[in-house]
């Protein structure tokens, strides 16, 4: 009777054992690595219509965040400032620059939108899905700084994501909050350290409740 | 997990199973619970039925396993329609960039941010929402410029911080993609210069003709500066005349008003302190009766009992069709339209016929003048103790006392002292029947208080539709329709639609319906939420209504339009409003004073009209009735405005299209009413397709519902469906479309609401979407040892206060024999949320499930999902029948249960602490918060259904097909339409409808089980407030949930079940309180106080005797139809 698998055959099962598990494995790192947050979203830095440099607003010139950002304490949504925010300071030099200059060339945008009333198109980098209610009111008043999910945005010329901002994430800070807690006067603060000073927010007399994040999932998802 | 042996560490009880009710009036509660039933089918205990039975009790009907597509391909119906395919293709081209990045979005900000605005926080305006001649103020929530949701505003007395499910649901017809965009000129597209153009030159004409020829045809206008402006017509067009095109205007007691005092004289109701209150035929706790709204919350205010022994109102009702004010009665007669005015005689007969000195007719009426009627036995008895009852309460001091009491600084009491009455008339009575009820409650003394009487001097008197069919083929040859719809509205034989078509018609109107499409100029007007307006309601409280967005499309409003025709000049309506109430108020008017009323939505300091005209003319009353009175002999057909359509303005309102009948609990249709002893006489079933043919008017075909409470030979047709909107691109209204029969063609304008006609079977049969017939709560007969488990707890006033305990005693199961099969969860957060709801004034109004809807993105999934009950309403408001005589609860035919009364139940997710669905979920997609909340997590849910199977309350939804098709940018793309411009209409139409979502609610997609949250996006908003305050827990009362905000009598109560001081808590600590389904020990957060009826002592002597007969005869006490239970009561005899 002639066989009906050649002789090469027999060594098949012993390729497949041994290959199997790598490309399995293979597949369940392929996954796990490139499919996550943390590879997919951090360091997203698309460019903007405006190439507004925050290292040189907030860190050179040492610009509070709540001077643009000024509804982050009381609402979900930290907003980007309107026209007239980066007007107040830049309104003289709008008219006094010459023509071809930064006003005609780099920021043209930015005049534009004074000029005409239409909005500058952003394009927003801090995303996270619809489902995710996230609010900023609470955790800038629960003492967490800006920086920590942000990043050194001081330090950014162009913004970029700085953290995975997944689920895992979040949950990590929300079933510990404690080390990343500060004092509520140091949220905007880019540059405390929270290894330098020994901060224990229980001993903080300026706080009046115990932070008490949700990790339910409502506390997120409505 | 726990062994199953071992309960609360106590070895469990060998026996297992039902124990008895302790006492009498347990035992008879619980009897009464376990005689309820929600449908037909449902009824029956014949074994030949459990089949039939065992489907009610089944989560969906037969077949809606199955999936079924349509074969006739895409169209725009399929907004609310069957798409299985479609939808993956969208996602397939949303990943080719998703894969590796989200697609990208762009934040626009302000150029300069207006002064208070935060983006992504809601804001909140003061406007006011008015239909007919009920005005309530609201609170407009405005999502970043988009008005989201309505809600009432406590400062007006029209809304009491409630509303009715009309306002809660006006604010879709804003994004309603089928409203109409622009003026249209014989049916083609035409722009405002054309049409200004137009109709200033026929203004004009028509001004030099002195208005001769010229005809308006207007709604009730609650608006005082509309009202200046008709005044203002009436002097540039003096001949013109002027027609009432609004069902839902008072004609009848308007009319009575000007009979019995002068022109403009207006009378209205008020409940506030009543003791007994006759209703006849006036559904006042329903949205179509004036001031709906307020009479609800007037008359809970008289229902709201804690102990025994506090006070309540007792309710008669006299109506043909079981309404929900009749589900409330605590003694309703079934009576023939015709038979209520009779009714009303008798009770004038037994008042003034000298029996009752308190009672004192007023001058120049006697009712010994009436004629003489014949009532049936059971309503005479009920007229008798009525009469009874009326009297003593105008007897009775406890008003004199109450206000002597609070004059000598005693402490108030709680409540307000109930010491008075009121006779109601509904709209469908005839005038004579509402200028009898004046004149009893003259002779009740109830004039001034119960019923007040106002003056409008602005009024301009008003003819009928029947005078301007006789008009057009005359002298009128110019017709203007200021948002009414004649062709729809007028009647069989009034012809308007041939005769408007001959004459120049010019509609202004929200939709091109009937009249717009037939009308020379069509002319769209401004949603109420895009327009300034102001309205005043029957008590004098006048708001104004302010605009939250910008016309969505080129329209302008009412206001605008009628100052143009009035003046000849189109002002901005802003201009027109605050020029009429600087006239008004002269001097005294500022900016500020003008501000402060946006701001508080009501007006203050407005100039009121003092002289109340006197009352005189009740000599007149007694002919009225001689002359007016027409027993109806044979079949008698009733038309009746529809509870969730109006008189047909909002037939293109899916949401209101998809509420069930508030009764009936059909949705999409509606249908010939008939009673089951009538049904079986005539030969037909549910679904069967009559003719239905009015005398002297016309006929119409449509299918049968059999309804129990339903007058005997008596046919009950609502109005309003079977609309026709036509867009400017030619297609229907993609809502009312095919809903419903159109009842006009059958009325005529002698018999427009109850007249004589003929039924007959016509053949065929037409499938009906009924809400009530699957998903019981009650297992079937065949599992018998579960038989008597009631679902509705309800007791009399006598037995509440024989047994102020009777909840409690009616378990059926020990406290320690409840067990758990699963460890619960842990409870740890420092809020428990919980919420009671009140059976005794829930009175089934149904704006809990269109506030319910708006609030949490509800999709509509059209006629076809309901019938396979795949509905996505949170909230479904059970409505269960008992038979009021014991002779016929057993009869196994539809024979003779005729006589029901009704009781309510508002079921959503009870949000258990041991819940029955978490412990089935293979995703743990619903879970339990630290709370108290069950969650239901979207993005988790892979589609089992199983938590849907294993919830004993029915109330899990699933989303079989993704309803929100077409909502997200891109997804337009699906429609396949070749045609470019229908592909960009289709996406404009698209985002219209994206505007109306709530922002704080996902927005659910295909193969999602969803439920009632307890608005956990509201709770969530608070605890967020009140942690950046720095507090630990939200204070009571802050929270309110959609469906308790809306509530008009504050059936719902919502709050912190661990604070022992929050009002759920004082609710919850009522003896009434009890949990559905107790004895499966998911210890649902959502409790119900038991319904206390209170029937007057005689008949209700006379109902408990009928009942131990019944039981003596078939050799039974009542509490005993099982074998093993007759054997323990046994003992006691």
Known sequence: ?222 | MKKLNVVNGKAAPQRLGPIQPEGEVANQVVQRGSQFWRSLQGRSESPQDREAEADTWKEFPQGAEELEIPADGVSRRNFFGLIGSGAALAGVSMTTTGCIRKPQENILPFKTRPEDLIPGKPMFYASAFALGGSVEGVVVESHDGRPIKLEGNSNHSGSGGATSLYAQSSVLDLYDPDRSRMPMKDGEISDWSAARAGLTTLIEDKSEAKGAGLAFVVRDMPSPTNRSLLSGMKQRFPQARFFDGDPMRNTQSVAVAEMLATAGARFRYSLEGAKVIASFDADFLGANFEDGNRLSREWSGTRKVVGPTDPMSRLYVFEPHLSNTGMMADHRARLRGSQVGDALIALAKALMGGKYDAVKAPPGFSADALPAVQLDEGAQAVVDVLAQDLAEAVENDRCKEAAAAAAAGAKPSRYRPLCKSAVMVGERQPMWVHALAAAINSALRNTGTMVRWRFDRSAVPLETLSALSEGLGKDIDTVICVDTNPAYDGLSDQGLAEKLTAATTIHLGLYRDETGALANWHLPISHFLEAWGDAESTDGTIAIVQPLIEPLHDTYSDTELLHLFATGKLDRGSAVLKKFWKGQLGPSFSDKMWRRWLHDGVVAGAPREVNIPPLANWEKIAPAVTEGRKPVEGMEINFHLDPTLADGRYANNAWLQELPHPVSKLAWDNAAYVSPGTANKLGVANEDLVTVTVTGGGSMELPVFIMPGQATDTVSINIGSGRKVVRWDGDEGVVSEGAGFNANVARSSASAWIGAGSVAKAGGTYALANTQDYGSLKPPAYLNNFKERPIVLEATAEEFSAEPNFVEKANLMDEERLRHLWEPPKLTGKQQWGMSVDLNTCTGCLSCVVACQAENNIAVVGKEQVINGRELHWIRLDRYYRAVNPDTRYNESWENIDDVEAALQPMFCQHCESAPCESVCPVAATVHSPEGLNDMVYNRCIGTRYCSNNCPYKVRRFNFFNHNLGLRPGDWKIYRQDDKARKELQREDAWLRQMQKNPDVTVRFRGIMEKCTYCVQRINAQKIEAHVAGKEVVEDGKILTACQQVCPTGAMVFGDIHDPDSAVSKAKRSPRNYAVLRDLNTQPRTTYLARIRNPHPTLGAIRKKAEQDFAASIGQTPASTDAAAAEQTGEHH
Not at chain 1, 11 to 29: K, N, R, S
Not at chain 1, 64 to 90: F, G, K, L, W
């Open chain 1, 1 to 222: 009777m002639p066989a009906i698998f050649p002789r090469w055959t027999n060594t098949l099962p012993v390729v497949l054992g041994l290959i199997a598990p790598i490309l399995g494995a293979g597949a369940i790192f392929t996954v796990w690595y490139w499919f996550s947050p943390q590879y997919t979203d951090v360091g997203y830095q698309p460019a903007q219509p405006v190439p507004y440099s925050h290292k040189l607003h907030a860190g050179e010139m040492g610009m509070d965040c709540r001077y643009c950002h000024n509804t982050v304490e009381s609402a979900a949504v930290a907003a980007i400032p309107p026209t007239q925010t980066c007007m107040n300071c830049h309104d003289g030099l709008v008219r006094t620059t010459n023509p071809g200059g930064l006003y005609e060339g780099r920021i043209a945008n930015l005049k534009k939108s004074w000029e005409t009333g239409e909005a500058i198109e952003w394009v927003r980098v801090h995303m996270l899905p619809d489902y995710a209610y996230f609010n900023h009111s609470p955790h800038v008043a629960a003492g967490v700084g800006c920086a920590s999910c942000h990043g050194r945005v001081d330090q950014m010329v162009v913004v970029s994501q700085d953290q995975p901002l997944s689920m895992g994430w979040c949950l990590d800070c929300h079933r510990n909050p404690k080390p990343n807690l500060r004092p509520l006067d140091q949220v905007t603060n880019m540059n405390w350290d929270s290894s330098a000073e020994n901060y224990d927010p229980d001993r903080d007399p300026a706080r009046k409740r115990e932070v008490n994040p949700p990790v339910h999932c409502s506390g997120c998802h409505r």
